[in-house]
């Protein structure tokens, strides 16, 4: 029986964008612009010339505490976080707890040119996220503290601070560019995202969507699909590069992450397996503004994905639900990362990989 799934470009668009400050804790602002996770099933296929719509939906809620959570209030949250780590005395004087939890909905669309450049297939796509963050910070002091010039104040033991905020915003706006290649059971390709700093964005505000700094991802993405069997093995290893924000004089180190994913396809509907991602910072936070110095972050994140495919009237629709729970975690929170993308064609042939046997 020949089987044929609807694969509309999910991760070759989506990939560059923000999950929000809660994302990257080693970074400014607790936040890295590259979204973990949205390169997952067929992260390799590029589709045929046409133009496609991609809408991801990102939840994630997670925690720190200790030396992490005091990474986060230190960049960002609290003015006197910020006063007490003048001289040191937050990292082993005090107690610090955040919390944070954003949502964020990605719309995007993707060109792919007719014709072929160096055999493979070239594409250009831009997304304009927005969404919501809500960051809940805690810190008890553990000490009394008696700090001169220039801040002339007394800390005293079981004095308290908490601070909330949130913002419901449009984030930067991010450019892509990738192009793709086919052979065989074989689907690679490579992608470069820009993020472009002209999103709403406050130094007083830990719940920012928008970063105030240029920054470049470069990913490469493989797939092999053997249609005999219906298996599915896709990986997808890249490096974000940060540019300094010049209101804050921080410049986030350079990332590093992968993203995987194994699957079985059952039907020309369905497919279900496992996904994750690792990321690691490889080099460390730099400027005036990074207070903490070389404060690199690192997690990796495990769990199930299913796609389900469908046609709405004569357009096919392609969907991917997925959740991963973090683990050996670093200097970040750590939490739950939920996905939903929904994609389809504009215009052009049906996307789809070469048939399933």
């Given at each position: 029986?020949?089987?044929?799934?609807?694969?509309?470009?999910?991760?070759?668009?989506?990939?560059?964008?923000?999950?929000?400050?809660?994302?990257?804790?080693?970074?400014?602002?607790?936040?890295?612009?590259?979204?973990?996770?949205?390169?997952?099933?067929?992260?390799?296929?590029?589709?045929?010339?046409?133009?496609?719509?991609?809408?991801?939906?990102?939840?994630?809620?997670?925690?720190?505490?200790?030396?992490?959570?005091?990474?986060?209030?230190?960049?960002?949250?609290?003015?006197?976080?910020?006063?007490?780590?003048?001289?040191?005395?937050?990292?082993?004087?005090?107690?610090?707890?955040?919390?944070?939890?954003?949502?964020?909905?990605l719309p995007s669309v993707l060109w792919v040119a007719p014709g072929k450049v160096l055999?493979?297939?070239?594409?250009?796509?831009?997304?304009?996220?927005?969404?919501?963050?809500?960051?809940?910070?805690?810190?008890?002091?553990?000490?009394?503290?008696?700090?001169?010039?220039?801040?002339?104040?007394?800390?005293?033991?079981?004095?308290?601070?908490?601070?909330?905020?949130?913002?419901?915003?449009?984030?930067?706006?991010?450019?892509?560019?990738?192009?793709?290649?086919?052979?065989?059971?074989?689907?690679?390709?490579?992608?470069?995202?820009?993020?472009?700093?002209?999103?709403?964005?406050?130094?007083?505000?830990?719940?920012?969507?928008?970063?105030?700094?240029?920054?470049?991802?470069?990913?490469?993405?493989?797939?092999?699909?053997?249609?005999?069997?219906?298996?599915?093995?896709?990986?997808?290893?890249?490096?974000?590069?940060?540019?300094?924000?010049?209101?804050?004089?921080?410049?986030?180190?350079?990332?590093?992450?992968?993203?995987?994913?194994?699957?079985?396809?059952?039907?020309?509907?369905?497919?279900?397996?496992?996904?994750?991602?690792?990321?690691?910072?490889?080099?460390?936070?730099?400027?005036?503004?990074?207070?903490?110095?070389?404060?690199?972050?690192?997690?990796?994140?495990?769990?199930?994905?299913?796609?389900?495919?469908?046609?709405?009237?004569?357009?096919?629709?392609?969907?991917?639900?997925?959740?991963?729970?973090?683990?050996?975690?670093?200097?970040?929170?750590?939490?739950?990362?939920?996905?939903?993308?929904?994609?389809?064609p504009l215009s052009g042939s049906s996307p789809a990989p070469p048939d399933l046997q």
């Open positions: 029986m020949t089987i044929r799934r609807h694969i509309a470009p999910l991760a070759l668009l989506a990939g560059g964008i923000s999950i929000g400050s809660v994302d990257a804790q080693a970074a400014e602002n607790a936040a890295g612009w590259y979204a973990l996770g949205t390169k997952a099933s067929m992260a390799g296929f590029t589709p045929p010339p046409g133009t496609y719509f991609v809408d991801v939906n990102m939840f994630y809620e997670g925690s720190a505490s200790a030396a992490s959570a005091v990474g986060v209030a230190l960049q960002d949250i609290s003015p006197a976080a910020r006063e007490l780590n003048l001289k040191g005395e937050l990292l082993v004087e005090a107690k610090a707890d955040v919390t944070g939890r954003v949502y964020y909905n055999g493979g297939n070239v594409g250009f796509g831009a997304i304009v996220p927005f969404g919501s963050k809500d960051v809940d910070f805690d810190l008890d002091v553990l000490a009394t503290l008696n700090l001169g010039p220039p801040i002339n104040r007394t800390f005293t033991r079981g004095q308290t601070f908490s601070e909330s905020d949130s913002s419901t915003e449009f984030g930067d706006p991010v450019l892509n560019a990738l192009i793709g290649w086919h052979e065989g059971n074989w689907h690679w390709n490579v992608s470069a995202l820009i993020n472009v700093p002209i999103g709403p964005w406050s130094n007083t505000s830990s719940s920012n969507l928008s970063f105030n700094h240029w920054g470049l991802d470069t990913t490469a993405a493989v797939t092999w699909l053997d249609p005999e069997t219906g298996l599915e093995v896709s990986a997808a290893p890249g490096f974000t590069f940060n540019w300094e924000n010049p209101d804050t004089d921080y410049r986030t180190g350079t990332e590093f992450h992968v993203e995987f994913a194994a699957l079985k396809h059952f039907s020309p509907k369905f497919a279900v397996g496992v996904a994750g991602f690792h990321y690691q910072q490889i080099t460390g936070d730099s400027g005036a503004g990074a207070r903490l110095g070389d404060f690199k972050g690192r997690v990796t994140s495990l769990g199930p994905v299913m796609t389900y495919n469908f046609n709405l009237g004569k357009i096919p629709v392609s969907t991917q639900l997925m959740w991963t729970h973090d683990f050996d975690v670093e200097n970040r929170l750590e939490g739950d990362l939920g996905l939903l993308t929904i994609s389809m």
